[in-house]
DNA sequence: ATGGTTGTTGGACAA
């Protein structure tokens, strides 16, 4: 079983890529963020003909989640719980073969001394609440997304950017700490401890790209069922070199299932 | 310090 997370940055701007990459990668799911599109718009069809069954939830211009799967998607949840009616599209969880599996795209919160920031705060702090109740199922849960979070300086190519930013301040990397004290282990640092200039976004400034500029920001968190399932974790940067590539590139993991 | 870029849109705003 091979799922896959990808903040494609615009699910129309990057259809050919994506087609692209699911028929050499064939993910059994994939978890997109910042699909920019309502829901309606989604190109499902496209997915359909390459045999994956799309969920999304998106909005007009901005944000919009979505998972797709070569196996039925059931039980679909469309938002954090205590989630207002006018929530940015963020957040959507299903059971695919038995495992809980969520598309998370969590608030980016720049500029750090402004609403955007406390909503980030909030918003960690509901998703805590959502994994806590996800935990106490004891069945293999994996949340998977763009979590606008650099958890280590190791994370960064040039951490002291960073340092005043709400993708790496204390506050935030503590706040994403707490999730995962809960029992949830971060695939991709746990399967690959010491591995160094492993990043899933750069920026499309400044030669980001072409400099390794980097930052590792999207990851899998996974219940103690699912990680001991899981045999490998690895980024796939390919996709960044193309043309009209999005910022982001695919996070993937293999399970034993 | 500023600007550098991309996407949605048709001027900002978000990232």
């Known amino acids: 079983m091979r799922i896959a997370t990808w903040n494609v940055n615009s699910i129309r701007a990057r259809l050919p ?6 028929s050499t990668q064939k993910p059994d799911i994939l978890l997109m963020q910042e699909i920019k599109c309502e829901t309606s718009s ?21 944000n919009g989640v ?13 938002a954090l719980p205590h ?15 038995g495992i809980r599996i969520a598309s ?14 406390t909503y980030k705060l909030d918003w960690m702090a509901r998703l805590k609440q959502r994994a806590i109740k996800l935990l106490q199922e004891e069945s293999p849960v994996i949340l998977g997304g763009d979590y606008n979070v650099i958890p280590k300086e190791m994370d960064a190519h040039d951490p002291a950017a960073w340092e005043n930013g709400a993708l790496f301040l204390p ?8 999730i995962l004290n809960l029992g949830y282990t971060e ?13 899933s976004f750069w920026d499309y400034q400044a030669g980001a790209w072409q400099r390794d500029n980097g930052i ?17 974790c690895h980024i796939d940067r390919s996709p960044r070199g193309k043309e009209k590539a999005s910022d982001h590139v695919p996070v993937i993991i293999d399970l034993d299932l």
């Open 17 to 22: 890529n994506i087609m692209d990459w699911i």
């Open 42 to 62: 989604f190109p499902f069809l496209e997915f359909k003909s390459s045999g994956y069954e799309v969920r999304a939830v998106g909005q007009k211009s901005y």
């Open 66 to 78: 979505a998972i797709a799967s070569l196996h039925p998607i059931e039980d679909v949840t469309e």
């Open 83 to 97: 989630s207002s009616n006018d929530e940015p599209a963020r957040y959507i969880e299903a059971v695919i073969k």
């Open 104 to 117: 998370i795209y969590l608030p980016n919160g720049n500029p750090v001394s402004t609403d955007k920031f």
């Open 171 to 178: 506050q935030i990397r503590a706040a994403f700490q707490e």
């Open 187 to 199: 695939a991709f640092r746990a399967m690959n401890p010491h591995k160094l200039e492993a990043y």
């Open 216 to 232: 590792r920001i999207d990851h899998f968190l996974l219940s103690p069922e699912s990680i001991d399932r899981s045999t490998s």
